[in-house]
C-alpha cells in the first residue's frame, strides 16, 4: 500500500517513490483507514484506489476525512 507504482514496475526508489509513501501515510491519517484493508467492502480495500477520485475535486475531498476529526481542521 505504500510503494509507488513506479517503484512497483521498476524496483528503483526514487524521490517520487518517497513523496508517494508520504502521502498514503498523510491519507491514513486524515482518513482513520489503512492502506489496505481488506476487512473494507469491495472497492475499498486499497486506499488510494478509494480516495483517488474524491481527491481531485475540492468539493469531494471531505468524504476522505474521518468523520472522528469532528471538522477540526482547516478549510485551507
Known amino acids: 500500500g505504500y510503494a509507488a507504482p513506479e517503484y512497483m514496475a521498476t524496483g528503483h526508489l526514487t524521490s517520487k517513490s518517497d513523496v508517494y509513501s508520504f502521502g498514503v501515510v498523510l491519507l491514513e ?5 489503512r492502506a ?12 488510494v484506489e478509494w480516495a483517488k477520485p474524491y481527491l481531485g ?20
Open 57 to 76: 475535486n475540492k468539493r469531494k475531498v471531505f468524504r476522505v476525512l474521518d468523520t472522528r476529526l469532528e471538522g477540526q481542521y482547516s478549510m485551507e
Open 29 to 33: 491519517m486524515l482518513s482513520g483507514r
Open 36 to 47: 489496505i484493508d481488506k476487512n473494507r467492502p469491495s472497492g475499498e480495500h486499497n486506499l
